[in-house]
Structures are given as structure tokens and as C-alpha cells.
């Protein structure tokens, strides 16, 4: 089901992608998490914040054009079902109706750490390890 969903660039159900994040983030002995690519929608942030019972510390937001993104999209090879020219325009579609009020949300909470995303593999994650590091509060050693 889940393999569909993806397949047509559309949206995993709330209910489904909370259960299984719920069932992860129980049975580990981690007290802090890195969720890639959710909430996707406010139906996923109102349904994790309502079960979960949190918010999220900081929200990444990569900053990239469409025409970046559907090169390296096209470019990754790695076998998804929605790496594809077709389910690329849905894919936006549904980011701009879905997902950017949830990062709009997130930003009025001041919680959005935005990275131009458009720079090089090193450049990206060095603003990203920064981003953690002001988080961790720690120097990165053994964090």
C-alpha cells in the first residue's frame, strides 16, 4: 500500500506513517530522533503532535529549486517507484499544497533552520552539522 501511495506521488496515510514512527521511536533506547521527510502534511503534524505528544526541537529545510531537484531526482538511480518524469510535477504539487504549510507553521514557532541546499554535498553538510551542534550544545565530541 505504502509502495503505491509512493508510486503516485501521493501522501502515506497520518494513521500508518505514526503508528510505525511510534513503534520505532518505542521500541529504542534513544531519547532524541531524526524524522526525514515528515510531517509531510498538517493531517501528519496535528496526528504525530496528538499521539507523540511533542513538537519538534528544529525543523531542516532544504532550500532548493525544482530545477535542481529534478536533476538530482532523475540523477540518484536508487529504484523508488516516484523517481520518475511523471510523478516529479505531483510530487511538487503536493509539496506546495501540503507540505510548505507545514514548514510555514513551523517557521511562525521560530522553529525552522533553513539551508541553501543548492551548494555543494560538503558545504550542505557542514551547515547541517552546525545546525545539530547548536542544538547538542556540544563541540560534536561524542555527541
Do not use: H, W
Not at 30 to 56: H, Q, S, W, Y
Amino acid at each position: 500500500m505504502i509502495q503505491d501511495y509512493k508510486k503516485e506521488g501521493k501522501i502515506v496515510p497520518s494513521e500508518v506513517t505514526v503508528k510505525l514512527l511510534q513503534q520505532a521511536m518505542q521500541g529504542s533506547t534513544n531519547n532524541k530522533f531524526l524524522i526525514d521527510g515528515f510531517p509531510c502534511n498538517e493531517e501528519n503534524r496535528t496526528a504525530f503532535e496528538n499521539i507523540m505528544k511533542v513538537e519538534p526541537d528544529f525543523v531542516l529545510f532544504f532550500d532548493c529549486s525544482q530545477e535542481e531537484l529534478t536533476r538530482r531526482i532523475l540523477n540518484r538511480n536508487q529504484g523508488r517507484v516516484d523517481d520518475n518524469i511523471q510523478a516529479i510535477p505531483k510530487r511538487f504539487q503536493v509539496y506546495f499544497e501540503s507540505t510548505l504549510p507545514v514548514i510555514d507553521y513551523y517557521s511562525s514557532k521560530g522553529k525552522v533552520q533553513k539551508i541553501d541546499a543548492e551548494r555543494s554535498i560538503e558545504e550542505v553538510f557542514e551547515a547541517v552539522k552546525s545546525i545539530f551542534l547548536n542544538f547538542s550544545g556540544g563541540s560534536g565530541e561524542g555527541n
